[in-house]
C-alpha cells in the first residue's frame, strides 16, 4: 500500500512540475502570441522598400495568373496596380487592410479594389460567372513566409495568391507604367485565322484573353500537333509560363510587340529572331470534325448553342444589330429541333427564327440552308431577320473552331472576317 502511495505521489508531483514547465515556455496568453505574429506579418508587407509584386490564381480561371503591384504602408492602407486591364495597369487604386486571426493568420483587403475585380459577382465587369465573378477572393489565409515570398490561400473560394518583394527596378517600371500591352491588340484583327511565323516555323496561333493562353497547332509529318501554355505580361511583352518547342525551335517570350493597324499585322522579337503574326482566311489545319462535334454533342443531349451577341463582323459585335430587338435575351441554335429542322431562335419575350437544314462536308465546312421560320417574327425584327437568314446562308459556308469542352467559333470561310461564338 505504501509502495502504491508512494507510485502516487510521484505522479502528481511530477505532472504539476509539467505544467510548471508548460507555463514557463508560454508566458504569454494566446491573444499575446497571435497579436505578436500579425505584427510580424505587418511589419513583413510594410518594410519591403521596394513593394511587391503579386500573383492571384482564381480558382474559376485554373491556372491562370493576374499580377499585381503591392505597396503596403504602417496605416493600413495598400496602394496597388493590376494587369487585368490597361487601366488598372497605369491607374494605382488604394485600399484598407487588415491582418486578423481567423483560424490562422489572414490577410483581408476591407474596401474595394482591384483585388475585389477578380471577385465582383457582375459578371461584366470581370467576364466571369454571374454571382461568382472568376472565383477570387479578397481576404486570405496567409500560409506562410519562404524568405521574400509570401503564400496565401483565399478563405471562400480557395483562389492562390503569391508575393514577392519587388526589386528597385521593378517597382520603377511599375511606377513608369513600362508594360507592353501591345499584344492586346490581337483582338483587333478584322480576319478570324492568324499564323505566327518565327525562324523556320509557322503556326496557326489562337488565344484567349480572359484566360490568358496562346495556343499552337501545327501540320507534322506524324499528323497534327498542338501545343496551349499561359501567358504573362512583361515589361516588353508576354511571357509563356511554359515555353513552347515543336522539336526545332524553343520560344519562351514575344518580346519588342508591335501592332500595325494598316498592315493588320503583329511584329516581334523571340530571342534574337525576328517574327510576326499576320492575318488568313484559311488555317493551316483545319479540323474537319469540328463543325460535326459542334452538331452532334448538342443534338444527342437535346440542348442548343447561345449567343448573345449573334455575329462579329469586320471588326464590330452584334453586328446585324439583334439587341436592337426589343426585349432581346440572346440567340439559339438548337440541332434537330422539330421536323427534321434545326432552329436558331431568337430569344426575345416569344421566341422565333429561321428553320435550317445543314450540310456537313468531309472539309470541315458546314453549309445551311434556310426554309421558313419557327414562331411569328414580329414587324420591329423583321430586317435584322433578313439580315440573319441571308448571312446563314453563304454558299461557301462556315468553319467550327472548337475553343474549350463547351464553346466553339463558327467563321465564315469565304474571308474569315464573320464569326458567331456559340456557348452552352
Known amino acids: 500500500m505504501r509502495k502504491n502511495l ?15 514547465k508548460y507555463d514557463d515556455v508560454f508566458n504569454e496568453s494566446p491573444d499575446e502570441r497571435i497579436n505578436e505574429v500579425l505584427a510580424q506579418y505587418q511589419q513583413t508587407l510594410t518594410d519591403a522598400p521596394y513593394g511587391w509584386k503579386g500573383w492571384v490564381y482564381p480558382s474559376g480561371l485554373p491556372g491562370t495568373a493576374i499580377g499585381f503591384y503591392f505597396k503596403f504602408d504602417t496605416a493600413n492602407r495598400v496602394n496597388m496596380l493590376s494587369d487585368f486591364d490597361t487601366a488598372s495597369a497605369i491607374n494605382f487604386r488604394q485600399s484598407s487592410y487588415r491582418l486578423k486571426a481567423l483560424q490562422q493568420p489572414c490577410l483581408l483587403f476591407d474596401t474595394y479594389s482591384y483585388i475585389h475585380t477578380l471577385c465582383d459577382p457582375d459578371g461584366s465587369v470581370n467576364g466571369g460567372d454571374y454571382g461568382k465573378g472568376l472565383y477570387s477572393d479578397f481576404e486570405f489565409a496567409i500560409d506562410g513566409i519562404y524568405g521574400d515570398t509570401i503564400k496565401l490561400t483565399g478563405r471562400l473560394n480557395g483562389s492562390k495568391a503569391v508575393f514577392v ?3 528597385s527596378k521593378e517597382a520603377q517600371d511599375y511606377y513608369d507604367k513600362k508594360r507592353n500591352w501591345e499584344f492586346d491588340n490581337f483582338s483587333r484583327f478584322l480576319t478570324y485565322f492568324k499564323q505566327l ?4 516555323g509557322t503556326y496557326d496561333v489562337y488565344t484567349n484573353k480572359l484566360t490568358r493562353q496562346i495556343k499552337f497547332v501545327w501540320p507534322d509529318a506524324g499528323g497534327v500537333k498542338s501545343f496551349t501554355t499561359l501567358y504573362l505580361y512583361t515589361p516588353v511583352g508576354i511571357s509563356f509560363v511554359t515555353p513552347f518547342n515543336d522539336g526545332k525551335q524553343t520560344i519562351s517570350s514575344l518580346d519588342n ?13 523571340a530571342g534574337t529572331q525576328d517574327g510576326k503574326i499576320t492575318a488568313y482566311i484559311k488555317p493551316l489545319v483545319v479540323d474537319s470534325t469540328a ?4 452538331w452532334s454533342s448538342a443534338a444527342a443531349s437535346r440542348v442548343y448553342w447561345v449567343t448573345l451577341t449573334g455575329f462579329h463582323i469586320d471588326g464590330v459585335d452584334d453586328a446585324l444589330k439583334l439587341n436592337s430587338i426589343p426585349g432581346f435575351r440572346f440567340m439559339s441554335y438548337f440541332p434537330n429541333y422539330a421536323q427534321g429542322y434545326d432552329y436558331s431562335a431568337t430569344v426575345a419575350g416569344d421566341d422565333y427564327g429561321p428553320a435550317i437544314k445543314p450540310t456537313f462536308g468531309v472539309n470541315g465546312i458546314v453549309k445551311f440552308r434556310v426554309d421558313g421560320t419557327f414562331g411569328q417574327v414580329p414587324a420591329e425584327a423583321a430586317t435584322v431577320m433578313n439580315a440573319l437568314i441571308t448571312k446563314y446562308q453563304e454558299s461557301t459556308g462556315y468553319y467550327l473552331v472548337q475553343t474549350s469542352e463547351r464553346s466553339y467559333d463558327m467563321v465564315n470561310v469565304k474571308d474569315a472576317r464573320s464569326w458567331i461564338t456559340w456557348f452552352n
Open 6 to 20: 508512494s507510485l502516487y505521489f510521484l505522479v502528481v508531483i511530477s505532472f504539476f512540475a509539467s505544467c510548471r
Open 165 to 167: 518583394k519587388a526589386t
Open 197 to 200: 511565323t518565327v525562324g523556320q
Open 257 to 269: 510587340i508591335r501592332w500595325d493597324a494598316g498592315a493588320q499585322q503583329i511584329t516581334f522579337k
Open 291 to 294: 463543325a460535326q462535334r459542334w
